[in-house]
């Protein structure tokens, strides 16, 4: 059975950092694309990020380039989310999830339950 | 990058049909795929590829594409389909895109 357990979120003041954990289990993780997508409290799902299968492509969302780092270990099947310069706009649950990636397009098929990020004075 | 645009909601009575769009400039070139929401749960893959259906979503879900518009039907909807559902698909540079979400309401 795919598992995927997100860990670190919490409350952070505005320009602080945090660090996002997702453990899988169920998969062989490393064959796969992986992601973080989030959604603030009463809104839609955004894409965060995308990670290839060996870290060495990674695809992020104009409002967090250059403050937010995707990266995995595939030793550990584990993917983290490091969030740096955070904004009360990052107030957000964050799914981590598995990613399909073909020619055909990307998309998610299993999710996480998530972990709030609450960026706030 | 672009953007998907869905109606904010939609209404119907058990055991009628209900048909969410989904509309966008790139829609023609990529394909799309369908997540359903349910209050404090994450998502759930429901369609992919405008039209296939995983393993476990009832053959009462299902999709099509035509030009910039592809559409999520359910037939027969029942009381458990209420919820919310995200059109979803990705551009040429590899970045990803929802549309804004579709409450389905089951009167």
């Known amino acids: 059975e795919v598992q995927l357990v997100e860990s670190g979120g919490g409350l952070v003041q505005p320009g602080g950092s945090l660090r996002l954990s997702c453990a899988a289990s169920g998969f062989t993780f490393s064959s796969y694309w992986m992601s973080w997508v989030r959604q603030a409290p009463g809104k839609g799902l955004e894409w965060v990020a995308n990670i290839n299968q060996d870290g060495s492509e990674k695809y992020y969302v104009d409002s967090v380039k250059g403050r937010f780092t995707i990266s995995r270990d595939n030793a550990k099947n584990s993917l983290y989310l490091q969030m740096n310069s955070l904004r009360a706009e990052d107030t957000a649950v964050y799914y981590c999830?598995?990613?399909?990636?073909?020619?055909?397009?990307?998309?998610?098929?299993?999710w996480g339950q998530g972990t709030l990020v609450t960026v706030s004075s | 990058s672009y953007e998907l645009t869905q109606p904010p909601s939609v209404s119907v009575s058990p055991g009628q049909t209900a048909r969410i769009t989904c509309s966008g400039d790139a829609l023609p070139k990529q394909y799309a795929y369908w997540y359903q929401q349910k209050p404090g749960q994450a998502p759930v893959l429901v369609i992919y590829k405008d039209s296939e259906r995983p393993s476990g979503i009832p053959e009462r879900f299902s999709g099509s594409s035509s030009g910039t518009t592809v559409t999520l039907t359910i037939s027969g909807v029942q009381a458990e389909d209420e919820a919310d559902y995200y059109c979803?698909?990705?551009?040429?540079?590899?970045?990803?895109?929802f549309g804004g979400g579709t409450k389905l309401t089951v009167l």
């Open positions: 999830a598995r990613a399909q990636s073909s020619s055909a397009g990307v998309y998610f098929d299993y």
């Open positions: 979803q698909s990705a551009d040429s540079s590899g970045t990803v895109v």
